[in-house]
């Protein structure tokens, strides 16, 4: 069994910064790739960031490139999301993920393992 914790989450001003943590415990596998998503109220799960565990390659979201950076720390086992000049539209239910992924890296069914979700408000 695999457990996902977020934290990290908060209130912030537009502009402003916050680093969402996510540790692993359990068995996981160094082929799986990690990954986050995020749920606004009233809109579907959108898929934000992954990486590889065993290589730290990474994709993002256009939305979200060159603002936010995804890294791992293999002591840890933890994935981390750096969130610079956050924006309202960037306010959601963040979740992070593990799991085989492949192809299917950036949409949900690529993923076994779920975090509870940390929440991000970004006031304007």
């Known amino acids: 069994q695999v457990q996902l914790v977020e934290s990290g989450g908060g209130l912030v001003q537009a502009g402003g910064s916050l680093r969402l943590s996510c540790a692993a415990s359990g068995r996981t596998f160094s082929s799986w790739l990690r990954a986050w998503f995020r749920q606004a109220l009233g809109k579907e799960r959108e898929f934000v960031a992954a990486?590889?565990?065993?290589?730290?390659?990474?994709d993002y979201a256009d939305s979200v490139k060159g603002r936010f950076a995804i890294s791992r720390d293999f002591a840890g086992n933890t994935v981390f999301l750096q969130m610079n000049s956050l924006k309202p539209e960037d306010s959601a239910v963040y979740y992070c993920?593990?799991?085989?992924?492949?192809?299917?890296?950036?949409?949900?069914?690529?993923?076994?393992?779920w975090g509870q979700g940390t929440h991000v408000t970004v006031s304007s």
């Open positions: 993920a593990a799991g085989p992924a492949y192809s299917d890296y950036a949409t949900s069914r690529g993923y076994n393992y």
């Open positions: 990486i590889a565990w065993s290589d730290s390659r990474t």
